[in-house]
Nanobody, 126 residues
């Protein structure tokens, strides 16, 4: 079992950049596909980005070209660098781990993820 803890959220102006991180406990971080999801007030939680064990990546169309997901297995951490932020990016951002995705799977479905962090708030002001 893995525990996930997000950090790095905050307030940023539209057009700015912000990075959030997710640190995982345990020695087996490299066996998990990692994903980022977000939930805006009054909306369903939605997929943002995912990275497989081997580095394959998926992005939601809404963030493609603006957000970058990466992972550092030596540090047990996955990152989400967000640029050209918009007010509609305001949400609680969650990281998640999937231990059943294989080497190249980077799932976009929430139901495929086994472990979740508590989330970190990102607020983009206009």
């Amino acid at each position: 079992q893995v525990q996930l803890e997000e950090s790095g959220g905050g307030l940023v102006q539209a057009g700015g950049s912000l990075s959030v991180s997710c640190a995982a406990s345990g020695p087996t971080f490299g066996r998990y596909a990692m994903g980022w999801f977000r939930q805006a007030p009054g909306k369903e939680r939605e997929f943002v980005a995912a990275i497989s064990r081997a580095g394959a990546i998926n992005y939601d169309d809404a963030v493609k070209g603006r957000f970058t997901i990466s992972r550092d297995n030596a540090k047990n951490t996955v990152y989400l660098h967000m640029s050209s932020l918009k007010p509609e990016d305001t949400a609680v951002y969650y990281c998640a781990a999937d231990d059943d995705a294989g080497l190249w799977g980077a799932p976009t479905l929430q139901s495929l993820y086994d472990y979740w962090g508590q989330g970190t708030q990102v607020t983009v002001s206009s």
